[in-house]
């Protein structure tokens, strides 16, 4: 199994929030964790070529521009065999059973999560959409790993009403709802985890040795997780921070005494670069 995380660093214009993308490739099949813009899904379809596979499976972990903006290109030239991700329209009901306050209806909560899912509801093909569910296979060696349909329900159902605001646990409930997957690499694993909130991996990044730092390396995402695995100096971070001249947030971790890997400095390759050396309480990898 390899992934490859993209990084901008060598774009033309390095100003631009490009956003997330990630390459799992099992040797047989090619899987993209989102792709934030057309100059990643290039890369992708580059990738892909020298291969000599066709299409990929796609899994998007939220609707935002820098996750998803790559993605229409890929379909549009015909390198995408499917699309995973939440497709709320399918909890329709269920959603109107949370919030039961009688002034939603079937039609108004559609009509909002098409306003609110709209890069998803623009695709429009219903074929090329696939659900998420715990434990779905991606393809071989990758799975869907979150969140709950229990979290996402009631997360959106707090957006959904007007009363209640539309963030849960410091992030956007967009965000906060972000599809996890889980990879195999070698005898360990590999959580990426989009833009989640922390309570919604938080079960999770215990069983982890390879972790996706939420939301490009957000500090308040970040210090929780680094609580949960205490000093275990054999955990490798990743940091997508492909954000350009906003603030993806990323300059704001620790730069001793955690293994952090940061797109900042160019792709990253795993397990290729995880060689990982010792010096006293401190880890670094090899470049």
């Known amino acids: 199994m390899e992934v490859n995380v993209l990084s901008s660093k060598n774009y033309k214009d390095t100003t631009i929030n490009y956003g997330d993308c990630f390459i799992i490739d099992n040797g047989s099949e090619v899987a993209v964790f989102d792709c934030g813009h057309i100059e990643h899904a290039k890369r992708v379809i580059e990738y892909i070529d020298k291969k000599g596979i066709e299409k ?19 379909i ?44 998803i509801a623009k695709l429009g093909n219903k074929d090329l959409l696939d659900d998420i569910y715990i434990g779905k296979k991606v393809i071989d060696g990758v799975f869907i790993e979150g969140p709950t349909e229990k979290y996402f329900l009631e997360a959106f159902a707090k957006a959904l009403d007007t009363t209640e605001g539309d963030t849960i646990d410091r992030e956007t409930i967009v965000n906060a709802t972000s599809v996890q997957i889980s990879i195999k ?3 360990q694993k590999l959580l990426l985890s989009g833009d989640s909130s922390f309570a919604a991996i938080e079960d999770k990044v215990g069983s982890y040795k390879y972790i996706q730092l939420p939301h490009h390396g957000k500090l308040v995402q970040a210090e929780k997780i680094f609580e949960v695995k205490g000093d275990d100096n054999e955990v490798v971070y990743i940091v997508s921070d492909n954000t350009g001249a906003s603030n993806g947030g990323s ?7 955690y293994n952090i890997k940061n797109t900042k400095n160019g792709d990253i390759k795993l397990p290729r670069d995880l060689n990982i050396y010792r010096a006293g309480n401190y880890l670094w990898s090899e470049k």
């Open 56 to 74: 990929v499976t796609v899994v998007l972990s939220h609707n935002d521009d820098d996750h998803f903006d790559g993605i229409p290109y890929l």
């Open 76 to 119: 549009e030239q015909g390198r995408v065999s499917k699309v995973i991700t939440i497709l709320l329209l399918k909890y329709v009901d269920e959603l109107l059973e949370i919030i039961d306050d009688g002034r939603k209806n079937r039609e108004s909560i559609k009509r909002q999560i098409t306003n609110i899912y709209d890069n």
């Open 251 to 257: 300059d704001k971790l620790p730069n001793k005494g």
């Open 185 to 187: 690499i070698n005898n």
